[in-house]
């Protein structure tokens, strides 16, 4: 048994101090392993069938819109929990369309993707995009993507944290 009355004053300092830095360091790390990345979103491809200048008359009359989106989780060991995906397609201001993904799981530094197309019929104006293709060759459409995301740490998950991003796609 340690009488602390009979230690010297220098070594209960040296203890204080040394339980004061493993206590910093302890909590830096802590806060070093448990800080999230947000996962990051691309659109990988985009095409836009009826805006294809050399193509035949088939494809021209072709208003879908394809486009692979991507998904990836930075985390080196954290999973991401999605909500639904929900992306809106844009030109010229105007929704011209939308897409839902359902909620899924995404392991620490993976890739997801997600491929889909849309009958692009409903408020795009096909000849004002012909025409912004053939003066500048090329037509902007912006997609948006909104969803919410939870971060899987070992055995707990943390709080939904909001995820909205966009980005204007050039198509020529």
């Not at 530094?109 to 997600?114: A, G, H, S, Y």
Request: proline share 2%; charged share 20%; hydrophobic share 35%.
């Amino acid at each position: 048994m340690t009488d602390y009355h009979s230690e010297p004053e220098h070594s209960r300092c040296q203890r204080c101090c040394s339980i004061i830095f493993t206590s910093g360091l302890t909590a830096l790390f802590l806060w070093l392993s448990l800080r999230t990345s947000s996962p990051t979103c691309s659109i990988e491809q985009f095409d836009a069938f009826a805006l294809n200048k050399t193509a035949n008359s088939t494809t021209k009359n072709n208003h879908t819109l394809h486009y692979d989106l991507k998904l990836k989780n930075r985390n080196k060991d954290m999973g991401v929990y999605y909500d639904a995906l929900n992306l809106t397609f844009y030109y010229a201001s105007k929704p011209i369309g939308n897409a839902t993904y359902p909620a899924f799981y995404q392991g620490h530094q993976k890739f997801t993707d997600r491929i889909g197309s849309f009958d692009a019929t409903r408020g795009l104006n096909w000849e004002n995009a012909t025409a912004a293709v053939s003066a500048n060759g090329s037509a902007v459409f912006r997609v948006e993507l909104a969803t919410a995301v939870r971060y899987k740490i070992i055995f707990w998950k943390t709080k939904r944290h909001r995820l909205v991003v966009a980005a204007d796609l050039r198509v020529n």
